[in-house]
């Protein structure tokens, strides 16, 4: 069968023979289907078979799928606003949320935080440093609750029994550490989960 898309309806076509005369084959209209419901119209209904109806279920998975892919892909890119902006909601106290939310929301974040690659190690032109503004903070329902956390002393060490992941190293290096000497990270600042990320692949924190 082919399907071909028209008007917000996509029609089910399917091949019906050879016409010696015009030299080429004959295709038959079985019917439609909407294109964002998905709905079959009562004609491609009564004109298909049951390994056709298949067929076209399957094509319908496909372009559900494709959907589902652009949504999220697209979601991508305002995502990290969207959390800032429902931080700085949270603290102002625009808005509340229940233990149950806040739980909700740590767990898919911490999901989310093991998945993202690591960032470009790739030099920033000389103008984008010299621009370069701070980082906007960690928003507070990420950070461990309606208010912002007090940052802690700097001049913490931190040590690992091996090499860790270059995820762990990036982290460090955006919380101002520094390597240095033993494998030994210092001067930076712990945040809550920077701190819970350095405990998870068995880093230890000299206070």
């Given at each position: 069968?082919?399907?071909r ?21 004959k ?22 078979t ?12 496909k ?6 892919i ?57 103008s984008?440093v ?78």
């Amino acid at each position: 069968m082919q399907f071909r898309e028209a008007k917000g309806v996509i029609q089910v076509l399917a091949y019906a023979g050879y016409d010696k005369a015009r030299r080429r084959a004959k295709v038959k209209l079985l019917g439609s289907f909407n294109r964002h419901s998905f709905k079959l119209t009562d004609t491609l209904k009564t004109n298909v078979t049951v390994e056709q109806y298949e067929e076209i279920q399957s094509y319908i998975r496909k372009i559900q799928l494709s959907d589902a892919i652009k949504m999220y892909q697209s979601k991508l890119d305002t995502l990290a606003g969207d959390l800032e902006r429902i931080g700085c909601m949270i603290a102002a106290g625009t808005v509340t949320v229940t233990p149950e939310q806040s739980a909700t929301v740590r767990q898919a974040w911490k999901k989310l935080s093991r998945e993202l690659p690591a960032p470009s190690a790739e030099p920033a032109p000389p103008s984008a440093v010299a621009e370069k503004q701070a980082p906007a903070p960690v928003p507070p329902i990420l950070a461990g609750g309606t208010d912002a956390p007090t940052p802690p002393p700097v001049g913490q060490v931190v040590t690992f029994p091996a090499k860790p992941a270059v995820s762990v190293r990036d982290a460090l290096k955006s919380g101002k550490f520094e390597f240095g000497k033993n494998g030994r990270w210092t001067g930076g600042q712990l945040t809550p989960e920077l701190r819970e990320m350095v405990a998870t692949h068995g880093g230890k924190i000299d206070e």
